[in-house]
């Protein structure tokens, strides 16, 4: 079973702050993905990488950054934070095994800007 | 408890032929259903949902999906299988009436098109 965590669980912020979210596994998956998801609505991917040194945008446009300087750390950066972006943050990393792709995912990242 | 079943581990069907992934859900509150495909190396990616109205749902890359409630299913289908949608798929289900919101995955079906 893979490790991976996401800090902090929750986070309350006011508009305009710097916020990192933080993303690490220990299982040394080379593919991480950020998703971002209102409460009982669908996941959108927002970011993934491929490895050290790759980022890439998902299919939901978003405003935060990522990168990807160690195989185990993805974090998510949002420069100004604003209301809008008031969300559940979910990370995952994948491994191929049995010709099969399998996602694990950190408990998640509950922002609420003020 | 909510639950998501998806009874076919893999779906083989000859490209231009028509495709249905099947999906049944247990949900005590109102249900809201969702359709994810994970292609290789991109993680997962939405298709389509439902939370309320038509029963029949359209969705990205011609993906459809129709809410039976009575069988409460919510099967997904394509009119014309492409080799290009040879991917993994995952049925999810949100309790709608739940504050919490958490989403439950089946456990997935491989979707293999042959040319």
């Known amino acids: 079973e893979a490790d991976i965590y996401q800090t902090p669980r929750y986070l309350v912020i006011g508009t305009g702050k710097k916020i990192t979210l933080e993303c690490s596994q220990t299982?040394?998956?080379?593919?991480m993905y950020w998703y971002q998801q209102d409460p009982g609505m669908e996941l959108h991917l927002i970011h993934y990488?491929?490895?050290?040194?790759s980022t890439e945008k998902g299919d939901l446009s978003s405003e935060s950054t990522v990168s990807r300087i160690r195989t185990e750390h993805f974090p998510l950066t949002l420069e100004s934070a604003r209301p809008s972006h008031t969300s559940q943050y979910l990370c995952?990393?994948?491994?191929w095994g049995g010709g099969i792709e399998k996602l694990f995912f950190g408990s998640g990242t509950q922002l609420s800007v003020l | 408890a909510q639950s998501v079943a998806q009874p076919e581990d893999q779906v083989n069907v000859a490209e231009g032929n028509p495709l249905t992934v099947k999906c049944t859900y247990s949900?005590?509150?109102?249900?809201?259903l969702f359709w994810y495909v994970q292609y290789p190396n991109r993680g997962l990616q939405f298709l389509l949902k439902?939370?309320?109205?038509?029963?029949l749902v359209k969705g990205s890359y011609g993906f459809e999906a129709e809410f039976n409630k009575s069988q409460t299913s919510f099967h997904l289908k394509k009119p014309s299988a492409l080799v290009s949608d040879s991917a993994l798929y995952f049925c999810?289900?949100?309790?709608?009436?739940?504050?919490?919101?958490?989403?439950?995955f089946g456990q997935g079906t491989t979707l293999q098109v042959k040319p």
């Open positions: 995952a990393s994948s491994v």
């Open positions: 949900v005590s509150g109102n249900p809201y």
């Open positions: 439902y939370i309320t109205g038509d029963n």
């Open positions: 999810a289900v949100s309790d709608g009436s739940s504050n919490t919101g958490k989403l439950i």
């Open positions: 299982m040394g998956h080379d593919k």
């Open positions: 990488s491929y490895g050290v040194n």
